[in-house]
C-alpha cells in the first residue's frame, strides 16, 4: 500500500479519547515523526517513511492527557512488531513477582483462570503455568504470538475489543484475574477497552494493570515516552474517572520504577477504595496534575533538554569522540528524532534483540548491531536511549565501562554517567 495511503490510516481525534470533551488544551507539539517501533530495513534506507503528526494535549473535563493522532492499528503493530517483553531479565522478574502475590492473596488453584491482554511472548502467563493455572493470552502481534505458543502459553492472535471480551467471556468463561500491561494506553477505543475488561472478570474477579504514570514523565521530562503507539499518558485522577465510568472501582495502587515509572492498578467490580488511591488522588490535585497551568512549562522544558542533550554530543564529537547508543527502543526513536540526532553524531545503536539487528532506527537511519559491538568498535560513549533499565546494562556492559567507556543518560538531566 502506498505511503500516502496508509498515512490516511490515521484519524486526528477531536475529543477526549476517554470523556468525549471535545475542549483539549495542546501542551507539547513534537512535529511529524515516523513510528517509533517500525524499524526500517537497510535496503529502504533511501526510501521516504510513514510519517504523523505527534501533538500531545489535557483535557480540562477528565484530566486525561493524550496524543490526537490515532493511527490505524494494523499499521502501529504490522506483522514485524519487534517488541519482545522477555529481553529484559528485570521485567521477568518483576512479572513472576506479580505472578506470584496474585496466587497468593487470591488463593489461585487450578480451578481458576487468567487473561492477559497484550500478553506477548507469554512472559507474564508463563508462570501461571508453572502453578498448573489455566490461561488465555490475547495479543495482536504474531511474532510475539508465536514464541507464546511455543511456551504452551495459549493465545488468541487478535486485538482485544469488547466484542473480543464477549466472545471469550462466552466461549473460555470469565477470569478471576485479568492482567494487562503496558496495554491500556496502546488503544485507540478506550472506553470500550475498560468495558471489556469489565465483560471478563468475575464477579470476585480484580484487573491488575500496569501503566506508565504520568506524574513521572512530567517530574522527570520523560517526553521520549510519548510516541504514536501510547495514546494516553496516565494520571491516577484519570484512570479513576475512567473506570468509574464503567463500574469498575480502582481500590488499591502499587507504584513502580518501570519504564520510568508506572501504576499497577487493582481494578473490582465493587468499591472497596484504599489508602493507596485516596492519597496519590490528593498528591496529583495538590502538585495540580488535574488543572491545565500545571502543563504550560512542559513544552519549554523539553526543548531545555534536548538543547543541551544535542551541545554535550555536539561538545564530545567536536573533542573528536566517538559515540554510539544503547537500546532500540520506542523512546529511543522518539528522543534521537525530536532531537535531530543522526547517523553523522550516533555511529550505531547496540539492542539484544536479535530481531532488530541490522536494521535501522526510524528517521534517523542509525544501524543497529548486537552489543558486542561496544567491544568491537569502542565508542567513547554510548548514550543510553533504554534509560528505564540502566541497572541491568551497566551488569551487563562491565567490559565496555572497565574499558574507559562512559554511559550518557538523557533524561531528567542529559550527563555523563
Ligand atoms: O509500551 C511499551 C514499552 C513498555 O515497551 C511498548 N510500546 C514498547 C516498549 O517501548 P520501548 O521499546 O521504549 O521499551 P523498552 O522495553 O524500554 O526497550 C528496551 C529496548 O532495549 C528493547 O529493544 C530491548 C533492549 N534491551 C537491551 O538491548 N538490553 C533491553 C534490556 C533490558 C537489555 O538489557
Not at 547496540?350 to 537511519?365: C, F, I, S, Y
Amino acid at each position: 500500500m502506498p505511503l500516502q495511503q496508509l498515512e490516511s490510516l490515521s484519524i486526528t481525534e477531536t475529543a477526549c479519547r476517554s470523556c468525549g470533551n471535545e475542549a483539549l488544551a495542546p501542551i507539547l507539539d513534537l512535529g511529524r515523526t515516523p513510528l517509533a517501533d517500525r524499524l526500517v530495513p537497510e535496503h529502504k534506507a533511501c526510501e521516504p517513511e510513514l510519517t504523523f503528526p505527534l501533538m500531545v494535549a489535557f483535557c480540562p473535563e477528565c484530566t486525561l492527557v493524550q496524543i490526537l493522532e490515532t493511527v490505524s492499528p494494523e499499521v502501529l503493530y504490522a506483522q514485524d512488531y519487534p517488541y519482545f517483553s522477555s529481553f529484559s531479565p528485570a521485567l521477568l522478574a518483576h512479572s513472576t513477582a506479580n505472578v506470584l502475590d496474585r496466587i497468593g492473596e487470591r488463593a489461585l488453584n487450578t480451578c481458576s483462570f487468567v487473561i492477559e491482554l497484550a500478553s506477548n511472548d507469554g512472559y507474564l502467563l508463563r508462570n501461571y503455568l508453572d502453578h498448573g493455572i489455566s490461561v488465555l493470552g490475547i495479543d495482536p502481534a504474531e511474532g510475539p504470538v508465536a514464541d507464546a505458543e511455543k511456551i504452551g502459553v495459549r493465545t488468541l492472535c487478535a486485538f482485544f475489543t469488547e466484542q473480543l471480551a464477549h466472545d471469550v467471556a462466552r466461549d473460555f468463561g470469565k477470569a478471576d484475574v485479568v492482567h494487562g500491561n503496558n496495554v491500556l494506553a496502546h488503544v485507540s477505543d478506550t472506553n470500550g477497552f475498560v468495558k471489556g475488561i469489565r465483560q471478563l472478570l468475575k464477579p470476585s474477579g480484580v484487573a491488575v494493570l500496569e501503566v506508565p504514570h504520568l506524574l513521572p514523565l512530567m517530574e522527570h521530562v520523560e517526553f521520549d515516552t510519548i510516541y504514536h503507539e501510547h495514546h494516553c499518558y496516565f494520571s491516577m485522577t484519570a484512570l479513576d474517572k475512567l473506570f468509574r465510568r464503567h463500574g469498575l472501582f480502582i481500590n488499591r495502587i502499587e507504584q513502580w520504577s518501570l519504564h520510568g515509572g508506572s501504576l499497577r492498578i487493582f481494578a473490582e467490580h465493587t468499591e472497596n477504595v484504599e489508602i493507596s488511591v485516596t492519597e496519590l488522588l490528593t498528591y496529583e490535585r495538590a502538585v495540580g496534575l488535574d488543572r491545565i497551568d500545571y502543563y504550560h512549562q512542559f513544552a519549554a522544558r523539553v526543548d531545555e533538554l534536548r538543547d543541551k542533550l544535542v551541545g554535550l554530543i555536539r561538545q564530545l564529537k567536536a573533542e573528536g569522540h566517538s559515540i554510539a547508543a544503547y537500546g532500540a527502543a520506542a523512546k529511543g526513536a522518539t528522543l534521537i528524532n525530536y532531537c535531530g540526532i543522526d547517523h553523522e553524531m550516533i555511529d550505531f545503536v547496540v539492542d539484544r534483540n536479535e530481531n532488530k539487528h541490522g536494521l535501522l532506527m526510524p528517521g534517523a537511519k542509525i544501524p543497529i548491531l548486537a552489543p558486542k559491538a561496544l567491544l568491537e568498535a569502542r565508542p567513547d560513549y554510548v548514550l543510553v536511549l533504554a534509560w528505564n533499565f540502566i541497572d541491568e546494562i551497566i551488569d551487563q556492559q562491565h567490559d565496555f565501562l572497565a574499558a574507559g567507556g562512559k554511559f550518557i543518560l538523557p533524561v531528567p538531566d542529559p550527563r555523563v554517567l
